[in-house]
């Protein structure tokens, strides 16, 4: 057999996503043989023999609870080494570290707005450029290649329009200039999308959204698709301390155990949430790549299994828009998404309130914009708020 037949056959035989969101390997603890693992509450462990150090000395740079919750992340992703951070900023930027003085970055222009932030106020002061670009284009991420980029950062799909990049052809052409390459995976999780099985080295999330799934934890999460990676961000994670702690590590675990049973739910909820949203008058445009006239449709399909739990809706003013905020029952207004419970967010008022006017209504984040994380009440409801909320005006 070639290394590719074996290779196909590994993952033939592999179980099925459901399967391993369960069974990942350490979710039993060993000593005991209790069906959740111990929270480990301890920053120190004792040398019971000093000749042989013991696999865990201190939490910062390993914790046995910490440590299931990174296999069972790289499990997931398919890569070979997983990071618990104390938030997804934290990861994100521990990523950023892999980079040096003088080198340059090619980042998605509807990035997250924490990482924008990161790139222009905190990484610019370490001699480390960032050009921002639409990267729905590959020739404008061509066009941007200086003699000192070193890495490429993808979001998709983006926020709060939900635009899709073409991750094959950023990344082939990534590796063509030897890039590190980067990916934000937190609207899509695992579950729909593994950025690592389309050749991206370091895959992120924000864990606080559609992994921890209840709006009660904060975490990040990032792996790295090979060993050497994985070392060094391992150094950079020990190095920078900005690590998990136990019992948030515990609740992630908790929570990622029923993903796919959420993200099923929810999206069942986003797709029709969106169709009704597209057939009304009062609703001047849908964001959804679900949608048969999303352009970035066939690309998404391309490399995801399904389109997520959001959907962005602009009602073309922003009187509508707070109107409608003011008068929904059901989903908490707030920023954040991926939970239990729906949120509804006003990306120009909230997540987005930092960014110039010109350049939010350039990218389509205009004043009547509004973004809808479907939680897990019933969609029937769901949309009967809209309605009423909406019938008002
Ligand atoms: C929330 C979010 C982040 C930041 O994560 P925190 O856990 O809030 O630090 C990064 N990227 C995306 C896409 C997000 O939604």
């Not at 370091?202 to 921890?212: E, N, P, Q, R, W």
């Not at 959420?262 to 909820?269: I, T």
Request: proline letters at 4%.
């Amino acid at each position: 057999m070639t290394k590719e037949q074996i290779a196909e056959k590994e993952a033939a035989a592999r179980p099925d996503f459901s399967t391993r969101l369960i069974h990942f390997g350490s979710e039993i603890c060993k000593q005991t043989g209790a069906a959740s693992i111990p929270i480990y509450q301890a920053s120190t462990f004792h040398h019971f023999d000093i000749e042989q150090p013991p696999e865990f000395d201190y939490s910062r740079s390993g914790n046995p609870t910490r440590q299931v919750l990174e296999e069972y992340i790289a499990t997931l992703e398919g890569g070979a080494r997983g990071f618990a951070f104390s938030s997804g900023m934290a990861a994100i930027s521990a990523a950023f570290f892999m980079l040096s003085a003088g080198d340059h970055v090619i980042c998605t222009e509807d990035v997250y707005g924490g990482t924008y932030r990161f790139l222009t106020t905190v990484l610019n002061r370490m001699n480390i450029d960032t050009t921002f670009v639409d990267m729905t284009d590959l020739d404008r991420v061509k066009a941007a290649l200086r003699p000192n980029t070193k890495a490429i950062y993808i979001e998709t799909p983006s926020n709060p329009t939900l635009k899709i990049t073409d991750i094959e052809a950023v990344v082939s052409w990534a590796k063509e200039h030897q890039l590190l390459t980067m990916l934000d995976n937190t609207f899509m999780t695992p579950y729909h999308q593994r950025p690592l099985e389309h050749g991206v080295d370091i895959v992120l999330h924000s864990a606080t959204k559609f992994l921890g799934g209840h709006s009660d934890v904060l975490g990040g999460l990032a792996v790295a698709a090979n060993e050497k990676l994985g070392e060094q961000l391992k150094q950079i994670q020990n190095g920078l301390g900005c690590v998990l702690g136990v019992q948030d590590s515990w609740l992630l675990i908790r929570g990622m155990k029923t993903l796919q049973a959420r993200m099923e739910v929810s999206e069942r909820g986003a797709a029709r949430l969106s169709s009704w949203l597209a057939g009304r008058l009062d609703v001047a445009k849908v964001y959804y790549p679900g949608l048969a006239d999303h352009p970035g449709r066939a690309i998404h399909e391309k490399q995801s299994k399904g389109y997520g739990a959001v959907v962005s809706f602009d009602l073309g003013s922003g009187e509508k828009a707070k109107r409608l905020l003011s008068r929904v029952r059901i989903p908490i207004v707030a920023v954040s998404l991926g939970a239990v419970e729906s949120i509804l967010s006003y990306p120009a008022m909230m997540s987005h309130a930092a960014m110039p006017r010109e350049v939010r209504l350039e990218r389509g984040i205009t004043d009547g914009l509004l973004r809808y994380s479907v939680g897990l009440e019933s969609i029937d409801d769901i949309i009967a708020d809209l309605e009423r909320a909406l019938a008002e005006d």
